[in-house]
């Protein structure tokens, strides 16, 4: 048999057993052609409960709103308008929340809304909206409240502080809860913590809308894309809100494990505002013009409302690693920074106001230390004068530190109508007005009292410019008498340029107000000269 002949049968078989298998196929498809298909099993929605999960969704969305508004309109303006709390309180109290409500007002529930009446227009039922852009939308958004919500613990601790210590505070939240409708009855607490409320209630809503729209309908993809973006936010601002409470919680523990160290110290966390600012060695000399000795040695800590010296011990006694030295609070404390001398270098002074300690001197190791340690006790010294300030003011407002009777004015007087804040029925006049008196009276029956903001705002302005005197508020004093008398004392004006003028604390500390942007700050402005002597009046510009 030739070779040819062989090839030739081989073919021939492959091709038949090609052909036996492809006969196989289509008898095995003929068959399952003849199978009973499986019924497809069309997507179920009880379309009352979506309508209702729909209109839940808008409805809490709105009610959210209102609560954002009621805390900015209520709490957050007032405050900062009345000055009740300073600037650093009223950020640990309400963080970013003003920048909650554009988010949540115009980006997510404005688009519900619309959405919603769109469908009434249109005759679409309500059960067949789809937020599902919306919610992609606001997962972007989302990340708004990372500050916010890392900030509860902050905020927690600032009005358990506000509530205890500052009286006015508590009793405009109390007024508040009882008398304002917008308040519904509830404290601030409830309204810090709505933010992160709602922040935490939108996954549940996608889950909800998840279970309630068909998998085959092109809503179903972005519902679960929002949802899953959504998810990743909520989990990422928890962390930090976590992370915020483990390190607050830290720093108090380690506080507490500072003041277990020290001999002589009790448990300095028990303030649960205190923060630690700044820790090292440093040196503490008894003299500036002669040798201080050996034992120089000292640990310093600054927290933000204390300064804490120990001399480190030379073997720990019953897990005692220092003994006390000095404990001086900020509000008591004076910082000088003063010059070197042939027995100290890099030298600042700490003067304790109270008298409890005598002025202590301090050497850094070298000049960049010493300036950062003057620096951050300035800060922290400046800090609290701003409050000390602010309560003085506030006080000044509460306080009635005028008794006036009201009664006719005589003839002869000057008079002036005034509007007061606190008492609006009121009206009166400024009358016996000399170079030495300004005498303040008020018609309308009974007695009034006003504070001295208020007769500044009212009755000095008036006698400035149109009596063309020269008056302060805070160079005047109070006669003992059922009228209300001012007299001037010996009168400075203080310096100015340009737009910004210079005062002094009562530590002859020196800040700057800027007449134009009514903000006062530490720094002294940059390209300011300000004159020795001044003879123009810084509110009114006229000599």
């Known amino acids: 048999v030739s070779i040819d002949a062989v090839t030739k049968m081989s073919q021939v078989e492959n091709l038949k057993k090609e052909a036996a298998r492809l006969m196989?196929?289509?008898?095995?498809?003929?068959?399952?052609?003849?199978?009973?298909?499986?019924?497809?099993?069309?997507?179920?929605?009880?379309?009352?409960?979506?309508?209702?999960?729909?209109?839940?969704?808008?409805?809490?969305?709105?009610?959210?709103?209102?609560?954002?508004?009621?805390?900015?309109?209520?709490?957050?303006?007032?405050?900062?308008?009345?000055?009740?709390?300073?600037?650093?309180?009223?950020?640990?109290l309400f963080a970013n929340v003003v920048e909650l409500l554009p988010v949540n007002k115009n980006k997510v529930l404005a688009r519900f809304e619309d959405i919603?009446?769109?469908?009434?227009?249109?005759?679409?039922?309500?059960?067949?909206?789809?937020?599902?852009?919306?919610?992609?939308?606001?997962?972007?958004?989302?990340?708004?409240?990372?500050?916010?919500?890392?900030?509860?613990?902050?905020?927690?601790?600032?009005?358990?502080?506000?509530?205890?210590?500052?009286?006015?505070?508590?009793?405009?939240?109390?007024?508040?809860?009882?008398?304002?409708?917008?308040?519904?009855?509830?404290?601030?607490?409830?309204?810090?913590?709505?933010?992160?409320?709602?922040?935490?209630?939108?996954?549940?809503?996608?889950?909800?809308?998840?279970?309630?729209?068909?998998?085959?309908?092109?809503?179903?993809?972005?519902?679960?894309?929002?949802?899953?973006?959504?998810?990743?936010?909520?989990?990422?601002?928890?962390?930090?809100?976590?992370?915020?409470?483990?390190?607050?919680?830290?720093?108090?523990?380690?506080?507490?494990?500072?003041?277990?160290?020290?001999?002589?110290?009790?448990?300095?966390?028990?303030?649960?505002?205190?923060?630690?600012?700044?820790?090292?060695?440093?040196?503490?000399?008894?003299?500036?013009?002669?040798?201080?000795?050996?034992n120089t040695v000292r640990y310093f800590w600054l927290f933000n409302n204390l300064i804490l010296l120990a001399v480190p011990l030379k073997k720990s006694r019953k897990g005692k690693e220092f003994k006390l030295d000095a404990l001086l609070h900020i509000k008591n404390v004076r910082v000088i920074d003063t010059s070197d001398t042939q027995y100290a270098t890099n030298v600042f002074l700490v003067e304790d106001k109270s008298g409890e300690q005598e002025k202590i001197i301090f050497s850094s190791e070298d000049l960049q230390t010493k300036n950062v340690w003057v620096k951050e006790i300035k800060a922290r010294v400046r800090e609290h004068q701003k409050k000390e300030v602010l309560k003085r003011k506030r006080d000044a407002g509460a306080k009635s530190i005028a008794h006036i009777k009201a009664g006719s004015t005589t003839s002869a007087a000057r008079a002036a109508t005034l509007t007061l804040r606190k008492n609006s029925a009121s009206s009166g006049?400024?009358?016996?007005?000399?170079?030495?008196?300004i005498t303040i009276s008020l018609s309308g029956g009974g007695n009034t009292y006003l504070s001295l903001e208020e007769i500044w705002d009212n009755g000095f302005l008036y006698a400035e410019k149109v009596l063309n005197m020269k008056v302060r508020t805070d160079l005047f004093k109070e006669n003992e008498d059922d009228r209300f008398s001012l007299v001037p004392k010996k009168f400075e004006f203080p310096p100015i340029s340009g737009d910004w003028i210079l005062y002094k604390t009562d530590d002859n500390e020196s800040y700057y107000y800027n007449r134009k942007t009514k903000l006062t700050q530490w720094e002294k402005p940059e390209n300011c000269t300000f004159p020795l002597n001044n003879n123009i009046d810084p509110l009114s510009g006229r000599a």
């Not at 009446?117 to 309500?126: G, K, T």
């Not at 997962?139 to 210590?165: I, V």
């Not at 279970?211 to 990422?236: Q, W």
Request: aromatic share 6%; proline share 4%.
């Open 24 to 92: 196989e196929l289509v008898k095995q498809n003929a068959l399952q052609d003849q199978l009973p298909k499986p019924e497809i099993k069309e997507f179920n929605i009880n379309w009352k409960q979506r309508e209702m999960l729909i209109m839940e969704i808008i409805n809490t969305e709105r009610a959210y709103v209102e609560d954002l508004e009621t805390i900015i309109d209520v709490y957050y303006n007032p405050l900062k308008e009345l000055g009740i709390i300073s600037e650093e309180e009223q950020a640990n």
């Open 116 to 294: 919603y009446n769109d469908s009434i227009q249109n005759n679409i039922p309500v059960s067949h909206i789809n937020f599902g852009d919306v919610f992609l939308e606001l997962s972007e958004h989302l990340r708004t409240y990372s500050d916010y919500c890392s900030n509860q613990p902050n905020a927690m601790a600032a009005l358990k502080t506000l509530n205890l210590d500052n009286n006015e505070f508590e009793k405009f939240v109390s007024d508040l809860m009882l008398n304002e409708p917008r308040v519904k009855g509830l404290d601030l607490n409830s309204y810090l913590i709505k933010p992160v409320q709602r922040l935490c209630k939108y996954p549940l809503l996608l889950r909800e809308l998840i279970k309630m729209t068909d998998p085959n309908d092109i809503e179903y993809s972005k519902i679960k894309e929002a949802d899953a973006r959504v998810g990743v936010t909520v989990s990422e601002v928890n962390e930090i809100q976590r992370e915020a409470e483990a390190n607050k919680l830290a720093l108090l523990e380690e506080i507490e494990r500072i003041s277990g160290l020290i001999d002589g110290c009790d448990n300095l966390a028990r303030d649960k505002n205190r923060t630690l600012i700044k820790h090292g060695e440093i040196h503490r000399l008894m003299y500036l013009d002669k040798r201080s000795g050996k």
């Open 429 to 437: 006049s400024v009358s016996n007005i000399d170079k030495k008196t």
